[in-house]
């Protein structure tokens, strides 16, 4: 395992639910990340992020990672969960609050 | 450099023949795309495999030239 893909492991695997976005929860850098930062809000979820612009090579690292071109992308528990889209479509009918809410009691 | 309509449904057409494709260009400056492609090499797939395949089909282009493509997918539903 290269150094990125074990830091990006790591980073993963850090809390239940992890966001990597463009920018920061306060202030995020792109529409996509910042929907998906009102998504996790609005569902309550309790959440780390990443940001990609502080770090090139984890901006690199993680499109290959997860075989996935774009940002924003979810991680619960661990496992590749979508990108903003996805998000979208999974908190309109209620699977994504279900899967968040139960990584987050577990 | 932005790419045209046409340009994204002809490279997801190039790949997954079956695919009923409509693009809508969100902002009319031929960068900010929606498209919704129904294809039988969604059926059975998750999400993220789904979209997945779409992406392969423009080679790299997504998240790159192409900077914003709101994706949606789907298997035909029975009977369409």
């Known amino acids: 395992m290269s150094d990125v893909t074990s830091r990006i492991d790591q980073l993963v695997k850090a809390k239940p639910v992890v966001l990597f976005m463009k920018g920061t929860q306060l202030f995020p850098q792109c529409g996509f990340s910042s929907r998906a930062i009102a998504i996790l809000d609005r569902i309550g979820a309790d959440y780390d992020t990443v940001d990609v612009l502080a770090d090139q090579e984890i901006r690199q690292g993680i499109k290959e990672y997860s075989d996935w071109p774009t940002i924003p992308q979810l991680y619960v528990n661990g496992e590749f969960v979508g990108g903003s889209d996805i998000m979208m479509e999974m908190y309109e009918s209620g699977e994504l609050k279900q899967l968040v809410g139960s990584e987050t009691q577990a | 450099m932005p790419m045209a309509a046409d340009e994204i449904a ?71």
Request: negative net charge; glycine residues 12%; hydrophobic residues 45%.
């Open chain 2, 10 to 80: 002809d490279l997801i057409r190039a790949a997954l023949p079956d695919a009923e494709v409509t693009i809508r260009d969100l902002a009319g400056d031929g960068d900010h795309y929606a498209a919704r492609v129904v294809s039988t090499a969604f059926a059975g797939l998750p999400r993220v495999r789904q979209h997945q395949l779409v992406y392969r089909a423009l080679g790299g282009r997504m998240g790159g030239e192409l900077h914003a493509l709101q994706l949606e997918t789907a298997a035909p539903s029975i009977g369409e």
